[in-house]
């Protein structure tokens, strides 16, 4: 039982990420490049807000301290990424003999958004998916029988999400809208500040609303769906 629930949650979090991999990322070398850099970018974000949480000694136990900064940091280097990129563009087409048109530039921001979910999935459900293997029960102490299969459901929410958001975020930034900016940091704040509610045990509380906001991010803003992504 143990195996079988490891291996389904495991391919309900990852199994469609890792398809958006092998049919939109694997075969460009620049896209593997900028995949990887963006997890990076979320990587530094994650050991800002742990300097913070440990400096910041009165407020250690304090969840949604830790909370809001880690999303403000991880916003910041998405901006810091996004400057990045727009100064390596030159190089990148030096690289990839291809002219960075505005469709480019968007699965440019899309592969970078998509480096952002895959590193912010595997921290926040590898641990999980580790113990899923066995021995034990999940719920055996009177807790959700659930915990395994939503857990499951909102990595890869949260996979999508900020691949859609650096779609978004660049093009906000791109135009300078700062509608489409103060958007994808309000969505990302609010999504996480909802996972508040798990220890609760209120997972319909952050799960329902955290997969709307994932629809209404994507139909507003029809270059951040995949179907342009699959010709790449």
């Not at 595997?122 to 102490?141: C, D, H, K, R, W």
């Not at 969505?187 to 709307?212: D, E, F, G, K, W």
Request: aromatic share 16%; charged share 10%; with cysteine.
């Amino acid at each position: 039982m143990t195996l079988s629930e490891f291996f389904g949650c495991a391919f309900i979090a990852y199994g469609p990420p890792l398809a958006m991999f092998i049919f939109t990322v694997a075969s460009d070398p620049v896209k593997i490049i900028v995949l990887v850099a963006g997890a990076f970018f979320w990587l530094l974000s994650l050991l800002v807000s742990s300097i913070l949480w440990i400096a910041v000694v009165p407020l250690k136990e304090d969840l949604a301290f830790g909370l809001t900064f880690s999303v403000l940091f991880q916003e910041l280097f998405r901006y810091l990424y996004y400057r990045l990129l727009r100064k390596a563009e030159a190089g990148m087409q030096a690289f990839n003999e291809r002219d960075f048109t505005v469709q480019n530039r968007h699965k440019m921001a899309y592969v970078s958004g998509f480096g952002f979910g895959l590193m912010s999935g595997a921290f926040s459900f590898i641990n999980i998916l580790a113990e899923m293997s066995g021995p034990g029960t999940v719920g055996i102490y009177g807790h959700s029988g659930l915990f395994s299969i939503i857990s499951a459901l909102m990595t890869l929410c949260i996979i999508l999400l900020n691949t859609f958001w650096g779609v978004v975020f660049f093009d906000g930034l791109d135009k300078r809208s700062p509608v489409a900016v103060v958007y994808v940091v309000g969505s990302h704040m609010l999504i996480s500040c909802l996972t508040l509610l798990n220890q609760q045990n209120l997972y319909a509380a952050t799960l329902i609303p955290a997969y709307v906001v994932m629809v209404i991010t994507l139909l507003p803003h029809p270059m951040s769906a995949p179907h342009w992504v699959w010709s790449c």
